[in-house]
Structure formats: structure tokens, C-alpha cells
């Protein structure tokens, strides 16, 4: 009953993807195996400082994705519910709780689990979820917790000399912890040589995305949010560098071919916020029309970055994070980045989803519509969960998307 | 020393006599008239089967949704506390005792003296209430007595897959114009049924003697679902829908011994 | 005169404005405790903290999705519906998703002059004492510009004093409710904390000196009662305790923002000022958003001692996930200790009060055996 749940891609270099994560995973088994430390991160924790200070890091969030993916979140979900963790509390953290606290109630988690943690490292600057969730547990896994922090500059990139020594010293802090649970001294070599890699992948990343405007659309999002994947694990690494190189000289490619996503192209969207894991191919419903998801709010590149504000890796580090913002912070600077990302991307409508266990960014996602509504612009907003498939229902949403079509094609005619 | 429990359900009204703490006589009648005159009424019923008058109750405990609609009881108690107490009196092993109303249903753990230690309530959603399988009684044509057994011996189930009971509806009547046999329909709605009544247990936790009470508890499939899914085995009392007029009573003869 | 305490909410506009005419003075808004107020009150300006109201947050709805925080949308809602008008800054600290978002919202869709976020740091630790300490320095400055003068350092001196003086007379009165039976209702605590939060506090030291003075000898006690502990996220008015008394409840300890978390922890007056309030403000604030569960508990433990509590009543605000993830975790050390626990989600519907009074009874009567 369950159909295949991906998205059809348009690029050959965004199906290496699904070998790279299940290495990944595999590789984090074997390092377990072979005595490295294991660390459960929430995303954001800088793993260039965990790689080079040879820590195994783990990103559940992502873990929580692929659970998604393979339609099994409804599973881990109820069972971290019968633990007590309530609906209201964000699908992932919920689903990894169910596969901690209640395994036996839970679906078989894929890749066989994730490899055991020594340790927890948890940012909650930017989700306030993730501490409660990190808490619960570093008590039911009985190992530390480390909470990392930065400041949180609503108005965008600053010069404040104050958040760059705060930000700095809590890197150092989160050096200090890895040195006392490795035993091992942190190199700054290695870490100024991740950096150097991750702001070349960044910067090809950047020319991606200005590649992506062409008309017709060379890459849409059924591609990036597939792609943006080593982006976020595998930052600071050649492969990383690598496969982007591939992917955007596919890109040139097709651009140079004049080749798209559909044979004709009708009209451009864009998505606002986290897709629905558990049907990715929803992203591709519109082709069908001649309609294109051309770009995304959450993954997209937005700037070339900095060069390197310091010798010292980690006060580079601390700089660049706060000079350079890579999200807007405030609903004032997400309105200007979605209007921005439409008339650059050259878009005709937006799909917001609205994910109420993702309050970060579920809270602005009324205003933005508001915003886009009132300039013309045509929008869909649909309500689910991005996790948990019980929130879906597939004919509502494509019913749905059907009208939002029909009207997008009305206001062109 | 004689007394009686009133439970003011939804949909029924029970009344229970004691006598000197023994169950004597019990009635079970449908509501529809206004709360003190149906309660009145379902005492005078239990009594008319004794040798004894109103006037010989010594004390009077009202439960049930409507239990403040019952001017002449001489006090009112919970559902959970009176439920806890029919139960336990009944079954001294129990300590989970899952209520299933008319219009709400509610989960309750028993210390090992008998006293309620949790308990948790679903009143604001219809699935897995009275009145949601009467309805679907009407939909199906399947008299509500027999639905427990036409699904018991269905041979596969049409999934339910909605968690609420406005879209379970919509969800049956597809089902039905698809030709679905109604076996099936039912083991599906009885599998939903059962799913929604244990999410609410929640944290109250589900421990061995489970007994099972309330109208509700006669739908044989229901019961082999919550046992499929907890299980664990479960007890249904012959008379499931007497067990908070029974606590009633026996918290109205506690109070009379006091007194 | 315990019933003065129950004035100031519904008359708050209204008597901040009077004072704004009386004095010339400006009126500071703030959203959650961890805003050190003793700067604001230094300056000269009236710190009040923003409340919601039982009313369909018709304005809000249509800037904010549903599954949101209710106090937050209720306390936009009201600013929206032009309640606020008379607020001459806002202070929005970096806490929860929420209210940080309120920040940017505040400045695109509300006329207030000054709106400030105040980088509070997410965990509690003695390193983030020392950057705090520089972001209230950077918040005493733009104060300052705004109000077109300085902020000595003997002024915030003094109105650490005046604060530490209210929390010293709140905690007495809290000391109270542990008597059998409470001389004060677990209503009339609550009213005590959140008109401290409404008011100049040199008068509200003034009501609570006159109150401790006289409530041994009140006439109209509030009486006996199943005595309860309430732990909640946030209930910005009296309504949920009041129920809870109603149904035969008496609540003598609390663990709540409009409660014991508001002033609980003194600012040590012998540290450097801006120091002192860093250090108080971020490390003895016992909100789960940031303070660990371990330290949540024994903080609750130690609000409970000597209490002699029989249950306890655990109400989460809708999506608060802080509150949420800690809920399993309390309710277990709870009944591990013999204390049965109650657990309401709330959502701030119409028909919610009435489900819940029938919970409630189920409990008091469930105790009571």
C-alpha cells in the first residue's frame, strides 16, 4: 500500500546521495567499533571541530529524516508518546525517544540503529525544543550532556566585538569538553584546514544556487533537498567539495543544453519550510502541469562567505557566525529573503508548509503568507507534521494543490 | 442498614441496593427524561424487586455525569472514584480499571489497597464512546448487540485509518459503498476503537487485572483488541454497566457507617 | 485587604496610565522574568509585564498559525487590539522560540518607540555570567539613551534593594501557606505575585508589609482544603487556581513564572550591581528552558518542603515543549514520593474549565479517601 515515497530527481550526481548517507551511517558504526568517541548532535553543532578532534558525530535530526523517509515515524512517534513525551513536542524528538525509551514498541529502526553515544552535544540557540529533548536523554542513556550556546541576533549580522567573544569562548568550552572526553588535545591545524574545505564547498554551493535562477529550471528543490545533504554531515571534507563540483558542473551542463526539469515550463514555485519526509514525490506533483519547484527557503544559499576573519581557527569561527548570518532571524529579515528569493528565482506562487511540531519556523510561516498574498504573489499553505506521516492525507493535500495550479494558471493567462 | 448509588450516565442510569454492604437489587434504565425524576425512578425500579420503601435508604451517593442533577442524594462522587470502587469490590486483583461510557471513557490505576493512584479521561473526542458505535450501529444496520460477533468472525479487517470520529464516519461510509462486507468494516472500527482507547491511558499506565466496564465493555471485539494490543488478559463483568452505581453504593454505606 | 491584591489586574491600563500622567514617566513592557527590571525601575520607568485575557485572539489569528503558545498569542493579540498603546518600550528577552520570534513581530507590526531584545544566554553557567554582564552593561546604555539621562550606579544599587525587598515580603507570605490551614489561598498568592509585576514596587512593598502585618488576624480565611502543589508553564491570571479552590482544593505551594519562579533567588547587593542581576537572572530562574531537570526538581523539592502536600497538579501550556519534555520526569518523582499527579494540557478553549473542574473533583475526591 505504501509507494515509493522519493522524489524524482533530475540530476544524476543527487542519486550518489543515498550511498553516501548509508556510508555514513556504516561509518559511524565501525568507528564505534573501533573505540572512536561517539557523539548525538542536534544540527549546527560544529562538526568541523568534532572531525578534527577525530569524534564521530551523529546527527539525529537527520537520523530522524530517513525514519521519516522510510514511513516509519508514526511508529517511533507513538511509542515515545507512551513514554510520556507529548504530541505537541517536536516529531523528531519524539521519534528518537520512542527508538531510546521504548525499542520494543518501535518499527526496526533502518541501518540497523544508530551507533552508541558516549556523549550528547546540544544547541538549543536556535530551537528551544532540543534541550528538554537532549535532557531526556543524557538521563536515559546516562551519559553527559554538553550544552553549546551563541548569541542569538535577531537584526542579522553585527560587529559586536561582545557576541564574537561569547561565541568564541563557548567554542573553546566545547573544545575543552571533547579534550576531557578524548583525551586527546584539539590541533588547530586540522580544524583551519576543515574550515578552508567547508568555505570552498559553501562557495561552490553559493554558485550553485545563482546557477539554479536560469530559465528553464536546471535544478529544483525535488534535487536540493536531496543534495544539500554532505552540506550539513559531511562539511569540511573533499568528498563534500567534490560532489558539489559534480553536481554543478551537471548543472552548467544542462543550462548549456537548455535543459530543465519538464519538457515545458509553465510556471515556478517555491517551497517554504521543511518538506514532508514521508513524500518527497509531492514535491514533483506539479510537473505534471508543466510546474517546476524551483527553489527552497530553508536550504537555499544565500551569500558567498566570509574569507577568514582570523588566523585562529576558532576565533575565525566565532567571527564569521557572527558577521555572517546564514538564516534570517527575525520575521522582518525572513519577509525580505522570501521576496528576494522570488523575484530572483523568478517565481509565481509558494507553497508554505506548516509544521506545527517545528515551531521555529512554524511561527512565521501565517505572517509570510500574509506577505506574499498581499504583493500578488499566490500561495498554498498546508498543515502537517514533517515527520510524522499520521498528520497526511495525500488526497486532501494534492486536491489541494490541484486548485492552487488551477489558479496560478488562471493569473497567468 | 440499606443504601443506594445512582450512576447518571450519558446515556443510562443504573441504581444500586445494599444491604448491610450485600448487593440486593439493581436496575439499569434508558435517560431521556430530566436527571432527578430518571434517577428516582431507577431506585424505585431497583426497590420495587425488595421488600423495602425509598423511605428505608439510610443514605444516597448520585455518580455519573449527571450525579448534580440528583436532589435527594445525600452525596455526590466521581466516576473514577466510583468506578475504582465497583471494580475493586468486584475484583480485588484489579488495578486498571478502563471505563467505557457513553459519551466519555476513562483509564484508572488501583493501588494495591484498592485506592485510585491516576487516572486519565477522554471527554472531548467521540471515537470509542456509546454514542460513536451507535452511530455506527445505524450506518452499518448491524443491531449494537451483535456487532461484537459479526467482527469477531470476519476473516480480515478494512483499515480505519482516521484518528477522529467525524472523519472515521466518512471513512465507513466509503467503505460501505465499496462493497466492503461489513465483518470487515467492523474488525477495522473495533481496531481503531481499541487504538484510541489505550493512547488515552497514557501516562496512567496499564497494569494487570485490567477490568473493563461500561456498556461499552459488552462489544466482545473491543475487548479482544485491547487485549490483542496490551497483552495483557482482561476481565468484563457479567453486568459491566452497574460497577460505578455499585461504588456509589458502597461509598454511600461507608458514609452511613460513619454517620 | 488581601482583595486590593485582586484589583490590579483587571484595572492595570488604566493604572498605568495614570501613572505615566502623574510622574511623566515611561512604561516598559517585558514578556517572561528573566528580565532584570531593577535596570528599568533605575531608570526611572515603570516595568510592567504583559498579560493576555480570556478573548478570542482575533487580531493575533491573523498573523500567528494556531498550534502556538496561548499566553504569547493572547499578549500580541492584545497589544494588536490597541490595549498596550500607552507602553513606551518592550523588552523581549532570548528565551523560547516563541517569544524570541516576538521581537521581530513586535517591531514590523506594533508602533511601540523603543523595542529591545536582550541576549540573554541559553544555558545557565558562570561563563555566561560574565558575557550577561556585559549585555545588561549594553542594555543599561540603551536605556539610557532613551531616556535621555544616565543610570547611576547608587540608583540601581537602590532599586536592587526595593526588589529584593519585594521578594524577601513575597517569600513571607509564601512562608505562610505552609501553616495548616493557610492563613492565605493559593488565589490570593498568586495575586500578590502578579500585582508586584503591575505596580511601582515601592508600593507594592508598602501592601505587603501592611498585608503580613495584618492577615493573622483576618476573620474571612480562606479555611481548610486537600492541600496541593501546582506546577505550571505559564497562567497569567488566578482562573485555574481559583477552580482548583472551588473544588475543594487548597493550593499552598507553587512552582510557576507568575509565582514563586518571579522572585525566588535574591540579587547579592555586595557584588558589582549589573553582576549581581546577571548572575540572579540567569542561573536562579527555575525555568525549564534553561535550567536542567535535576536542578527543576530540586527546586520543586525544595518549594514543597515543608508544604505537606497530598497531590500535585502539572499544567502545561499547549505547545511548550520545555514544560512538555520535562512533564514524564516530574510525574514520576512525584509518585515515586507517594504523590499523586494530575496533568492538564491546556489550550485556553471555552469548554476547557469545565472538563477540567470535573478532572479536578476526580482528584480532590481521589485524596480525600
Not at chain 1, 40 to 63: K, R
Not at chain 2, 75 to 100: C, D, K, M, W
Not at chain 2, 164 to 184: D, L, T
Not at chain 3, 93 to 117: E, H, Q, T
Request: proline residues 5%; contains cysteine.
Amino acid at each position: 500500500m505504501v509507494q515509493s515515497t522519493s522524489a524524482r530527481k533530475s540530476l544524476q550526481t543527487t542519486l550518489e546521495v543515498p550511498t553516501l548517507r548509508k556510508a555514513y551511517y556504516a561509518r559511524t558504526q565501525e568507528d564505534s567499533k573501533k573505540g572512536k568517541k561517539v557523539a548525538w548532535c542536534s544540527n549546527n553543532i560544529p562538526s568541523e571541530i568534532l572531525d578534527a578532534m577525530d569524534v564521530t558525530a551523529v546527527f539525529l535530526e537527520n537520523y530522524a529524516t530517513v525514519i521519516a523517509s522510510k514511513r516509519l515515524a508514526s511508529g517511533f512517534c507513538a511509542a515515545g508518546e507512551k513514554v510520556g513525551f507529548s504530541q505537541d513536542v517536536c516529531g523528531y524528538a519524539r521519534m528518537l525517544m520512542g527508538y531510546i525509551l521504548a525499542r520494543d514498541e518501535s518499527p526496526e529502526a533502518p541501518y540497523g540503529g544508530l551507533a552508541k553515544p558516549d556523549f550528547l552535544l546540544v544547541n538549543s540557540y536556535s530551537c528551544d525544543s532540543r534541550l528538554g529533548w537532549f535532557a531526556a536523554m543524557s538521563r536515559a542513556l546516562n551519559i553527559p550532556l554538553h550544552v553549546h550556546d551563541a548569541p542569538h541576533q535577531p537584526d542579522g549580522a553585527s560587529d559586536s566585538t561582545l557576541n564574537a567573544e561569547y561565541t568564541e569562548r563557548e567554542l573553546r568550552n566545547l573544545v575543552a569538553f571533547l579534550e576531557k572526553q578524548t583525551g586527546t588535545s584539539f590541533d588547530p591545524e586540522k580544524l583551519r584546514q576543515r574550515l578552508a574545505l567547508a568555505r570552498q564547498s559553501s562557495d561552490i554551493m553559493y554558485d550553485i544556487n545563482q546557477l539554479r535562477k536560469a530559465v528553464p529550471c536546471p535544478m529544483g528543490s525535488a534535487d536540493m533537498f536531496t543534495a544539500v545533504w554532505p552540506a550539513m554531515y559531511l562539511v569540511g571534507t573533499q568528498e563534500c567539495e567534490d560532489f558539489y563540483k559534480r553536481l554543478q558542473a551537471e548543472i552548467e551542463e544542462r543550462i548549456a543544453q537548455g535543459i530543465g526539469i519538464v519538457p515545458e515550463e509553465k510556471f515556478r514555485l517555491m517551497w517554504s519550510g521543511i518538506p514532508f519526509w514521508y513524500d518527497m514525490s509531492l514535491i514533483n506533483y506539479v510537473e505534471q502541469y508543466g510546474g517546476v519547484v524551483a527553489v527552497e527557503s530553508f536550504y537555499r544559499s544565500r551569500e558567498r562567505r566570509l574569507p577568514p576573519q582570523d588566523e585562529d581557527p576558532i576565533r575565525d569561527m566565532a567571527l564569521s557566525s557572527v558577521r555572517q548570518r546564514a538564516y534570517p532571524s527575525s520575521i522582518i529579515a525572513s519577509i525580505d529573503d522570501l521576496l528576494d528569493a522570488v523575484k530572483e528565482h523568478k517565481i509565481d506562487g509558494v507553497i508554505l508548509s506548516f509544521n506545527p511540531s517545528c515551531r521555529m519556523l512554524y511561527v512565521s510561516q501565517m505572517e509570510l503568507q500574509k506577505s506574499l498574498e498581499e504583493r500578488g504573489i499566490p500561495t498554498l499553505g498546508l498543515e502537517c507534521d514533517m515527520a510524522d506521516e499520521r498528520t497526511y492525507s495525500e488526497s486532501q493535500v494534492k486536491t489541494r494543490l490541484d486548485a492552487f495550479v488551477e489558479r496560478l494558471l488562471a493569473a497567468r493567462a | 442498614m440499606l443504601v443506594a448509588g445512582i450512576d447518571v450516565g450519558a446515556r443510562n442510569v443504573s441504581a444500586m441496593i445494599l444491604k448491610d454492604g450485600d448487593m440486593l437489587s439493581c436496575y439499569v434504565l434508558t435517560s431521556g427524561e430530566e436527571g432527578a425524576t430518571v434517577s428516582r425512578r431507577a431506585v424505585q425500579e431497583a426497590l420495587k424487586k425488595t421488600d423495602f420503601d425509598f423511605a428505608d435508604l439510610q443514605y444516597i451517593v448520585a455518580t455519573g455525569c449527571g450525579r448534580n442533577s440528583v436532589p435527594f442524594a445525600h452525596r455526590q462522587s466521581t466516576e473514577v472514584v466510583s468506578q475504582a470502587r465497583g471494580a475493586f469490590h468486584l475484583y480485588p486483583s484489579a488495578r486498571t480499571v478502563i471505563n467505557l461510557g457513553a459519551e466519555s471513557s476513562r483509564a484508572i490505576r488501583l493501588g494495591e489497597n484498592g485506592r485510585v493512584e491516576a487516572f486519565t479521561k477522554n471527554d472531548k473526542c467521540a471515537a470509542g464512546s456509546g454514542l460513536f458505535l451507535e452511530t455506527m450501529s445505524t450506518l452499518l444496520e448491524v443491531p449494537i448487540e451483535q456487532m461484537g460477533e459479526l467482527s469477531l468472525k470476519a476473516d480480515g479487517f478494512e483499515e480505519v485509518s482516521s484518528i477522529c470520529a467525524v472523519f472515521a464516519e466518512s471513512e465507513v461510509i466509503s467503505h460501505i459503498h465499496r462493497g466492503v462486507p461489513k465483518g470487515h468494516i467492523l474488525a477495522g472500527l473495533h481496531r481503531a476503537v481499541a487504538g484510541r482507547i489505550l493512547e488515552m491511558l497514557g501516562t496512567t499506565g496499564i497494569k494487570g487485572d485490567v477490568v473493563v466496564t461500561g456498556g461499552v465493555a459488552r462489544n466482545a471485539a473491543i475487548i479482544k483488541e485491547l487485549e490483542k494490543k496490551t497483552r495483557l488478559s482482561t476481565i468484563v463483568p457479567p453486568e459491566p454497566q452497574i460497577v460505578g452505581a455499585l461504588g456509589a453504593a458502597l461509598i454511600a454505606q461507608d458514609r452511613a457507617a460513619k454517620s | 485587604m488581601i482583595e486590593e491584591f485582586g484589583q490590579y489586574r483587571p484595572s492595570r491600563h488604566e493604572k498605568a496610565i495614570a501613572w505615566k500622567e502623574e510622574t511623566g514617566g515611561k512604561v516598559v513592557g517585558v514578556i517572561c522574568c528573566c528580565v532584570p527590571e531593577e535596570i528599568i525601575h533605575a531608570a526611572g520607568m515603570l516595568p510592567v509585564r504583559i498579560l493576555g485575557e480570556h478573548e478570542e485572539t482575533t487580531e493575533a489569528d491573523i498573523h500567528f498559525p494556531t498550534n502556538l503558545c496561548p499566553y504569547c498569542k493572547s499578549c500580541f493579540d492584545q497589544q494588536l487590539k490597541g490595549r498596550y498603546d500607552y507602553l513606551d518600550g518592550l523588552v523581549i528577552p532570548n528565551v523560547c522560540n516563541m517569544i524570541k520570534a516576538m521581537y521581530g513581530f513586535s517591531k514590523l507590526l506594533l508602533k511601540v518607540p523603543y523595542v529591545r531584545f536582550l541576549e540573554v544566554p541559553q544555558r545557565l553557567s558562570r561563563e555566561g555570567v560574565d558575557f550577561f554582564t556585559r549585555e545588561l552593561a549594553r542594555f543599561k546604555e540603551s536605556l539610557e539613551d532613551f531616556a535621555g539621562k544616565p543610570i547611576s550606579a547608587e540608583a540601581l544599587r537602590q532599586s536592587i534593594d526595593v526588589y529584593n525587598e519585594n521578594r524577601t515580603l513575597l517569600e513571607k507570605v509564601y512562608e505562610l501557606r505552609k501553616k495548616s490551614p493557610p492563613p492565605v489561598s493559593g488565589t490570593e498568592a498568586q495575586e500578590t505575585v502578579i500585582s508586584s509585576m503591575l505596580m511601582p514596587k515601592e508600593e507594592h512593598n508598602r501592601l505587603l508589609n501592611q498585608l503580613l502585618e495584618q492577615v493573622e488576624q483576618r476573620n474571612d480565611s480562606p479555611g481548610d482544603g486537600i492541600r496541593l502543589f501546582v506546577s505550571a508553564s505559564i497562567l497569567d491570571d488566578t482562573d485555574f487556581l481559583e477552580l482548583i479552590e472551588e473544588c475543594g482544593g487548597m493550593v499552598v505551594a507553587d512552582d510557576m513564572p507568575m509565582g514563586s519562579r518571579y522572585f525566588y533567588g535574591l540579587v547579592d547587593s555586595s557584588d558589582d550591581p549589573l553582576r549581581a542581576l546577571a548572575d540572579r537572572y540567569l542561573n536562579k530562574i527555575a525555568c525549564p528552558r534553561k535550567m536542567l531537570p535535576e536542578e527543576r526538581l530540586a527546586f520543586a523539592a525544595e518549594i514543597m518542603n515543608g508544604a505537606n502536600v497530598r497531590g500535585t497538579i502539572i499544567h502545561n501550556m499547549r505547545a511548550c515543549d520545555p514544560h512538555l519534555y520535562e512533564y514524564p520526569l516530574m510525574r514520576q518523582r512525584m509518585e515515586s514520593q507517594g504523590i499523586p499527579v494530575l496533568f492538564f494540557r491546556g489550550e485556553e478553549t471555552e469548554t476547557e474549565k469545565e472538563q477540567q473542574r470535573a478532572d479536578i473533583e476526580a482528584f480532590i475526591e481521589m485524596l480525600e479517601e
